[in-house]
């Protein structure tokens, strides 16, 4: 009987032990790949959901009040997560914010962020400046010179922020209803829906708020 306990001997070869078989993988049930795909498809809706509602969302601006750093119909992104308004920023406001006599329902309204809580803000018409606690602001996005408006609700001049608040002014401001509206005054920093950062259509638009 040989000896399977036997060392090899000088010069002897040690034959290959034989590789295992590998198991064979079961077959798939039948509509597995069409779950599987089901199941990614879902998690693309999910994270889209998440991400419109709750990171970043696309509108679309409503009037001319924003021309000419933004147009009518024009599309963009806002980014909301985390967002903190600051002055200068252009902001999308939701649409229980504003509600003006000529409106059948409320809208959202696109605008830029002229001075936050605590802040003061005064418009001269004479020289067509804006002060914000009392420094004249520097405004190269204004196409033409703003002039006194003839609404008997757009007669004030000054105004206090209140902490928590926004003060609102349309880039276009002699086709704007905005904070100096007293129908609209500051806005609650609750009603932003982010800031707006993208200009994406049309094409010829595109590119950084």
Not at 91 to 115: E, F, G, H, Y
Not at 136 to 146: G, Q, R, S, T, V
Not at 159 to 184: K, Q
């Amino acid at each position: 009987m040989e000896d399977y306990n036997q060392f090899p001997q000088d010069g002897e070869e040690i034959s290959a032990v034989p590789e295992e078989v590998e198991e064979q993988e079961a077959p798939r049930r039948p509509g597995a790949e069409l779950y599987e795909w089901l199941q990614l498809f879902l998690g693309c809706v999910v994270a889209a959901v998440v991400l419109f509602n709750c990171v970043a969302r696309l509108t679309r601006v409503d009037g001319g009040s924003m021309d000419y750093t933004l147009q009518h119909g024009e599309i963009m992104l806002i980014w909301s997560l985390g967002y903190t308004p600051k002055q200068g920023d252009v902001v999308v406001l939701n649409k229980t914010s504003v509600l003006l006599p000529d409106w059948d329902q409320p809208r959202a309204i696109v605008k830029r962020v002229i001075a936050t809580g605590g802040q003061t803000v005064d418009v001269d018409y004479t020289t067509g400046a804006v002060y914000v606690d009392g420094q004249p602001l520097d405004e190269p996005y204004l196409h033409e010179e703003m002039r006194r408006p003839g609404a008997p609700s757009m007669q004030q001049t000054h105004w206090e922020v209140p902490e928590g608040s926004i003060f609102v002014m349309g880039d276009n401001r002699n086709y704007s209803t905005d904070s100096r509206d007293s129908l609209v005054g500051t806005i609650d920093t609750d009603y932003i829906l982010g800031k707006a950062i993208l200009a994406l259509w049309p094409l010829d638009r595109f590119g950084l708020i």
